[in-house]
């Protein structure tokens, strides 16, 4: 099944299709036919207005089933096809991280996203959250094992499959470098819904983008995404009465923020200066064949 999929990438307006049609519409779709299905045979078990305990989890995992359906088709389609006119894969480049040990990489995951996290801090200090937000946020973020899965797990897999295996790839293929990227970050803030996530997730995905624009790695952009997430579900399980909305200088106080800031800035510049030097080229994806695509040009 791996194989096939080297045989579908999708450009910009099929990303898009992907991102709204199928994840966003047809997984919403989806999702109401598995929660009827569902209760009615375990009544009350599942709800989308208050979606504790293993509901979390179990909604947030439905869409992408949508999504996952979607890809496998037409990767098999394009295979089929390709099959019948002897017509070569898309290059599929192996992860590399050039000069830059393993143990150092990991490290600097670690210390990019709490950078990033820090930098970002006064991004959503500034935007103000209704209170109906607010307890919306707190009924996502329980410091319970289904939302460690939800948040920690199911995300940071999910999530970077589709963004960055499946739209940043695709995209890679059809257009510069720094247009996928960018493109893709903002798929990724909009698959958030909301501009309390949404724009801090762009700023995220323009960084777990050109991560793996470098690196080919999947599991590079999972570790970044979970380290975020993991921070926010450890902040709360440690401060259980923070508020959702509660910002890094409120807690720590101005002057102890502002050091911190300094440092993360230093911290991201350094790290970011240090991997652009160290890794690996771009690997180059350029067709030796002329590939028959068989999707539509418009996408």
């Known amino acids: 099944m791996k194989k096939i999929f080297n045989y579908y990438r999708p450009a910009l307006g099929e990303s898009w299709l992907i991102m709204i049609g199928i994840l966003l519409l047809g997984g919403s779709a989806l999702t109401v036919i598995v ?4 209760n009615l045979i375990f ?11 293993w509901a979390m989890p179990i909604l947030y995992v439905v869409p992408f089933l ?6 496998s088709l037409r990767a098999l389609t394009n295979y089929r096809k390709a099959v019948t006119t002897d017509t070569p894969s898309y290059p599929n480049p192996r992860a590399k991280i050039g000069k830059v040990p393993v143990v150092i990489f990991i490290l600097l995951l670690f210390v990019m996203i709490v950078s990033m996290s820090v930098i970002l801090d006064p991004v959503t200090e500034w935007l103000e959250m209704p209170e109906f937000i607010k307890k919306m946020f707190e009924k996502m973020t329980q410091s319970n094992l289904p939302t460690f899965i939800a948040i920690v797990v199911a995300a940071p897999l999910l999530e970077e499959w589709l963004l960055r295996s499946v739209a940043l790839k695709g995209m890679l293929q059809h257009m510069d470098p720094w247009k996928a990227i960018l493109w893709s970050a903002l798929m990724f803030g909009v698959i958030h819904g909301n501009p309390w996530q949404a724009i801090p997730a762009f700023l995220m995905g323009c960084l777990f983008g050109w991560i793996y624009y470098r690196t080919r790695s999947y599991w590079a952009c999972v570790a ?3 380290i975020n997430n993991g ?3 450890l902040l709360v399980a440690v401060l259980p009465h923070i508020e959702a909305d509660a910002s890094l200088r409120q807690l720590v106080g101005n002057q102890s923020f502002f050091i911190a800031l300094g440092l993360s800035v230093a911290a991201l510049g350094l790290s970011l200066f240090y991997l652009y030097k160290n890794l690996a080229p771009p690997p ?6 002329e590939y028959k695509e068989p999707i539509s040009p418009s996408l």
Request: hydrophobic content about 50%; aromatic content about 18%; proline content about 6%.
């Open 43 to 53: 009544p009350d078990t599942l709800s989308f207005t208050n979606p504790g305990g």
């Open 224 to 226: 970044l995404h979970a």
């Open 66 to 71: 949508a999504v996952f359906l979607y890809v």
């Open 284 to 289: 180059s994806l350029k067709l030796t064949y």
């Open 35 to 38: 929660v009827s299905l569902f």
């Open 231 to 233: 921070i926010s579900f």
